[in-house]
């Protein structure tokens, strides 16, 4: 028995069939297991370059709803006409009176400047904070692999977000000539009642 069992041990008839019966389909498996993983972070990443792109695109045209989204170009009614924003738009329609908690309509100026980016527009969120205004871009994409493989992976659907604060130069001008013309106007009167109140502590 025992010298059966020794020839058994070292004969190699059959050792490729089972190799080919059990090595390589596991083989396979891991292989394609990592094709569809490196599918699932091609998608992801694609899709996290696609929102930083909407994003950073939006902040930095957030200034005119016709300017040009992808190369930031005004058009010519921009500078001959009105192009439909308004005077004070950044106050009225832009979403202004949400820091206060009173959500009031925007007058389509902030639907407007969403829409040109297309597809996408409904994902596309404009956060008007009381000290940053932020574009906030959502994007969700389903995965089309496999239900298999979708369990394996427990993921159907890949997401990305990407915020940009708002690139608004006339904005930053206005606020600072404002800063500045409230700061010079409280060293006036500050100069005329700083006085007027220590004048107690002199006497």
Known sequence: MRKIMDQFKH?????????????FPILLILVLLFVF??????????????????????AHTWGSSTMNIETGELNKSDYIINNGDGLYWRITSNNGFNKFGLNLSDNGVVSKKKDRVGQYAGNV?????????????????NLALPSVISDIF??????????HPVVDQTEIIRNTDFMLYG?????????????????????
């Open 11 to 23: 004969d190699t008839r059959g050792s490729f069939t089972l190799e080919a019966t059990l090595i």
């Open 37 to 58: 993983f490196s599918l699932v972070i091609y998608e992801k990443v694609t899709l996290q370059y696609k929102a930083n792109q909407i994003a950073t695109r939006m």
């Open 125 to 141: 969120t404009f956060d008007n904070g009381l000290f940053v205004q932020e574009i906030v871009v959502s994007l969700d994409k």
């Open 183 to 203: 700061f010079d106007l409280f060293k006036e009167y500050a100069a005329k009642y700083i006085p007027f109140f220590n004048r107690d502590d002199e006497s």
């Open 154 to 163: 427990g993921v159907s659907k890949v997401g990305a977000t990407a915020k």
